[in-house]
């Protein structure tokens, strides 16, 4: 299964041989990679730059790194928790702009509101609608919950990334939506205007769903978009122009 290491870049070769193995199905979840000295033996390599290697590897999520008479390196069953861990460091820390957030989304949310107006079937309609109508509860009270408002707009966006059908949209935005509120609390000023504005742009938006047309549930997803990216910029302005 695997080979003497490239001596010029033994660390991530091995790295790789394991990684590629795994990913291509030759090695399946559950399976134990080879004893520490067979592996040795098998890249040519040493003790400590083939652990460096599989401690690599167990970071990535794709082993783990049994102690003890039955231990050993186990293949572990492939899954989206460390690139979603990432992408959430990544969106939390804000390291990403408001601008790059407003223009991924745009293209992203606005595929998303189209490809769920293709494929959206009477059970899709009905849970879009059961959550419209909770954001529609929320936007007629006297005193709205901030939070609450903010996670059913929330539930409604990963409802299309559901409906799209699409497993790297639905992905993506689940990561997004997870780990977008920091934006939120820092730039966007929520107040009754704001919420009426949000609901009427989701009540446009699963509207157009409902009806099956793609074209104008992308326009509508891509301005929703943008209306929120210019009041969050507005307030990110305001906020660095205080004393």
């Known amino acids: 299964m695997f080979h003497e290491a490239s001596q010029t870049r033994i660390f991530q070769d091995v790295v790789n041989q394991v990684q590629d193995a795994i990913l291509d199905g030759r090695l399946k979840k559950g399976d134990v990679l080879p004893s520490e000295r067979t592996l ?3 890249f040519n390599t040493s003790r400590g730059t083939l652990r460096e290697a599989l401690r690599v590897l167990e ?25 979603s861990q990432t992408l959430a460091l990544l969106i939390r820390s804000q390291m990403v702009s408001l601008r790059q957030l407003c223009e991924f989304r745009e293209g992203v949310e606005g595929t998303v509101a ?7 079937d009477s059970s899709d309609k009905k849970r879009l609608n059961t959550l419209l109508q909770k954001s529609c509860e929320l936007v007629e009270q006297e005193d709205i919950d901030r939070d609450a ?8 966006h990963l409802e299309l990334a559901n409906i799209s059908r699409n497993s790297i949209y639905i992905f993506v935005l689940h990561s997004v939506h997870d780990n977008i509120h920091q934006y939120f609390h820092n730039f966007l000023s929520m107040e009754k ?5 949000n609901y009427r742009d989701l ?16 326009v509508l997803a891509q301005s ?5 990216y210019r ?3 507005k307030r990110e302005e305001q906020t660095r122009s205080e004393p």
């Open 40 to 42: 040795k033996e098998m």
């Open 59 to 83: 970071e990535r999520g794709l082993i783990e790194i049994r102690l003890g008479v039955r231990g050993g390196s186990i293949v572990k069953p492939l899954t989206t928790r460390h690139a």
């Open 114 to 120: 189209s490809l769920a107006a293709q494929h959206a």
């Open 149 to 156: 408002f903010i996670e059913s707009d929330r539930m409604i």
């Open 193 to 197: 205007p704001e919420f009426i504005a």
């Open 203 to 218: 009540q446009n938006i699963v509207a157009a769903v409902e009806k099956g047309l793609a074209d104008k549930a992308r």
């Open 224 to 228: 929703h978009v943008i209306k929120f």
């Open 231 to 233: 009041n969050m910029k």
